[in-house]
């Protein structure tokens, strides 16, 4: 089974960033898309950023285009949400998911992913 684990939440107040992290222990990345979900209490998960390891194409959801970043790092194998100018409505708890799947793109979709971590809160203050 693999194992997906976030770091990087916290609380900030509006305006401010946080960068969460993403990695899979003992396993790199090739031929994994990546991706970002967040899930605000009484709402479903939804997708924010994904990343196709192999060929570095990224999508975004709307609400987080133009303050949102995801990234690599190739020797880490580690994947990171860059999040600047942060709004109250970016609360939420955030989940790191990952998928082997021989494709140019990601999805921004939960079913398209299998493995996921726990989460890590993000709180945005106003």
């Known amino acids: 089974q693999l194992r997906v684990v976030e770091s990087g939440g916290g609380s900030v107040q509006a305006g401010g960033s946080l960068n969460l992290s993403c990695t899979t222990p003992g396993l790199t990345f090739d031929d994994y898309e990546m991706g970002w979900f967040r899930q605000a209490p009484g709402k479903e998960r939804e997708g924010v950023a994904c990343l196709n390891w192999s060929t570095g194409n990224s999508a975004y959801a709307d609400s987080v285009k133009g303050r949102f970043t995801i990234s690599r790092d190739n020797a880490k194998d580690t994947v990171y949400l860059q999040m600047n100018s942060l709004k109250t409505e970016d609360t939420a708890m955030y989940y790191c998911?990952?998928?082997?799947?021989?494709?140019?793109?990601?999805?921004?979709?939960?079913?398209?992913?299998?493995?996921w971590g726990q989460g890590t809160q993000v709180t945005v203050s106003p």
């Open positions: 998911a990952a998928e082997k799947r021989y494709m140019t793109g990601c999805y921004l979709f939960t079913s398209e992913y299998r493995y």
